[in-house]
């Protein structure tokens, strides 16, 4: 058995025993209610005449008031730099079938048994939500230790690189010292031996020089020795 109640301006498929959020009615939970019958369903009777429907009395347990989730409410208009954002939580009413007629629910619900099944859900999703810092915390350390890992390995390898690059630089140095030496005694070698050829062309000249002015003197000699026999 089925009925189709009218609330707050909306229509409901119900039967006993259903949990239903319909609009806002003015009732403190645990209190019961009627509800308007536009539509009543027992196997195979129908009575969809809302004046006969409405005789037959549909009950509901108020169980709690709350509200529902937030919509957005976002309005636009183009070209002109309007743009609106707002959020909205519909004020709700649980309530549970009770009766339709002489159908009745097998168990009906209470307000602290709801109270403490959101309780529960609350403490569930506290637990998840410390699991997860937990987990996002274990991943930060491991994120962490791996970048210290790297940044270690780095600074070795920076410091080998420079070590590297230190003796690389000090073989390079020495090297280069050493074709300066090599340079620098090369020539000094082609100094030397250019100015001993300069020596030995000079000593060559001047012998050559003084062998010529004696020479000269010998002939001058014979020929004033000829003059004087003649």
């Not at 390898?157 to 630089?169: D, G, R």
Request: charged fraction near 40%; hydrophobic fraction near 30%; proline fraction near 1%.
């Amino acid at each position: 058995m089925y009925a189709v109640v009218k609330t707050g301006g909306k229509q409901y498929k119900v039967a006993p025993g259903d949990i239903i959020d319909i609009e806002k009615v003015d009732a403190e939970p645990g209190k019961k209610i009627d509800l308007e019958a536009i539509c009543i369903v027992d196997g195979d009777k129908l009575e969809s005449d809302a004046s006969k429907a409405a005789s037959t009395k549909v009950q509901a347990l108020v169980l709690e008031q709350f509200k529902g989730e937030k919509k957005l409410i976002f309005k636009f208009k183009r070209r002109k730099n309007y743009k609106r954002t707002r959020g909205h939580r519909q004020n709700l009413t649980r309530v549970q079938i009770a009766s339709i007629g002489s159908a009745k629910a097998d168990s009906l619900a209470t307000p602290k048994s709801l109270a403490e099944e959101k309780a529960s859900k609350k403490a569930d999703k506290a637990e998840a939500a410390a699991a997860d810092k937990a987990e996002t915390k274990a991943t930060s350390a491991k994120s962490e230790a791996k970048s210290e890992t790297k940044t270690a390995a780095k600074k070795t390898t920076t410091k080998s690189a420079k070590t590297e690059t230190k003796s690389t630089a000090k073989k390079t140095t020495a090297k280069k010292t050493t074709k300066a030496a090599d340079k620098d005694d090369a020539e000094k070698k082609t100094t030397k031996s250019a100015a001993k050829k300069t020596t030995t062309k000079s000593t060559s000249k001047s012998t050559t020089k003084k062998a010529s002015t004696a020479k000269a003197k010998a002939e001058d000699k014979a020929a004033d020795a000829d003059e004087a026999s003649e």
